[in-house]
């Protein structure tokens, strides 16, 4: 399960009653680009251990934006970057998970949608989204990514929000990522400006060199990157994304063939679109799958998604953990030592007792949420497992 350190209002110990064993964290205190100390890394691990857990994954170890655009001080935190690397691997933390979008990670414009079981969602509303680039950040070019007609049911819905509404919704898309909040608009709008000259091809590059310069100190100490789709997968700001469907995942895995190049598989991302087949996703890429978040979302036929109960949706969950437990099973006949794939439930609803709490500080992280989504997979993964074996 995924726990966001000292600062998660869900403690350590609660995390174990839900029924985790192997922790995903992060060293959210530590500003992008800047190395983790070997220090540092312990502190983390020995809290874990305390609390009867494992620290079994690295989410995220982030990549500074100077490095996605090779440019600026990419090069002292590309040295950064490999140290941390080095740490983690002295500790014996083996999977790192990072991702490559420029700009924004994962965006939602609602974080409280509420379902009709009285419970809540994050959900992606394309005209909210749309009404907040067009005419809150304002971003330029804006204007050519939208039809006329949807640009002007955009500013119909912006002209009726309030102050503190369009407020509310810039702070929904653009300032939920730990390490990296308190970002303005203006932030938002340099650090677009820094992407004027990326294009798709130039992004891929910077992304093949990156792996190309960390690989051997990943294979020295055994440590599997493992990169993170893009949510949604596909364009968003007129930026570029380039690990959302199946040709990514074939180009990622055939420009760095090595066993370091991994991929966190991210069901309820990719099925952020509809034509992505995420059974024929993870068969692209099983040998090379280094953790993954299990999640589904469902769709309206606006556009707009949110995110489902984790065993309904679009992604067919059981063909998925079936495929990943053959997978598994694979590896064990093979030798590998990765046989054992570690699994999160991503997000969860806002649901019972939680509601009446203050929201928590990392949106999709909810404590009810997440049990409820990892009681839900271990018992599917636990039928599953018991129909193939005996
Ligand atoms: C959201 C997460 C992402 C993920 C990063 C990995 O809940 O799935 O923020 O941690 O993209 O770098």
Request: some cysteine.
């Amino acid at each position: 399960m995924r726990w966001y350190g000292p600062e998660d209002q869900v403690p350590l110990s609660f995390i174990r009653q839900a029924g985790c064993t192997g922790v995903v964290t992060s060293l959210h205190q530590i500003p992008y680009g800047e190395k983790w100390s070997e220090e540092a890394i312990r502190e983390r691990q020995m809290a874990v251990d305390k609390a009867g857990m494992t620290w079994s994954v690295v989410e995220s170890l982030p990549v500074h934006e100077d490095i996605k655009l090779r440019r600026g001080n990419y090069r002292e935190y590309l040295d950064n970057y490999k140290d941390s690397l080095r740490n983690l691997g002295k500790c014996g933390i083996k999977v790192v998970t990072y991702n490559f979008m420029p700009v924004l990670d994962w965006v939602r414009t609602d974080l409280h949608y509420r379902l009709p079981d009285g419970s809540e969602a994050l959900y992606f509303n394309c005209k909210e989204f749309a009404a907040f680039e067009l005419f809150i950040l304002e971003r330029t070019g804006a204007e050519s990514d939208y039809k006329p007609e949807e640009i002007a049911r955009a500013k119909e819905f912006f002209d009726g929000l309030s102050l503190s509404q369009r407020n509310a919704l810039s702070e929904n898309i653009i300032n939920n990522f730990p390490g990296f909040k308190g970002v303005s608009l203006n932030d938002i709008r340099a650090m677009l400006a820094g992407y004027k000259d990326i294009t798709e091809p130039v992004l891929r590059e910077n992304l093949r060199l990156f792996l190309e310069e960390i690989t051997p100190v990943c294979e020295e100490y055994g440590i599997v990157m493992t990169i993170h789709p893009d949510d949604p997968p596909r364009s968003i700001l007129g930026l570029p994304r380039i690990f959302s469907t199946l040709s990514d995942i074939k180009w990622l895995l055939s420009v760095n063939t090595s066993r370091a190049n991994g991929v966190c598989f991210c069901s309820g991302s990719f099925s952020g679109r509809l034509d992505n087949d995420i059974l024929a996703m993870f068969d692209a890429c099983a040998d090379r799958v280094g953790f993954l978040h299990l999640r589904s979302t469902e769709h309206l036929a606006n556009g707009d998604f949110f995110e489902a109960n984790h065993l309904e949706g679009v992604v067919d969950m059981y063909a998925l953990v079936k495929r990943i437990i053959e997978e598994q099973l694979r590896r064990q006949v093979n030798n590998r030592s990765d046989w054992k794939i570690p699994f999160r439930p991503d997000h969860g609803h806002v649901m019972l007792d939680d509601l009446a709490k203050p929201p928590v500080a990392n949106p999709g992280y909810s404590a009810i949420g997440r049990l409820k989504g990892l009681a839900e997979l271990r018992g599917l993964e636990l039928g599953i497992m018991r129909s193939i074996r005996m």
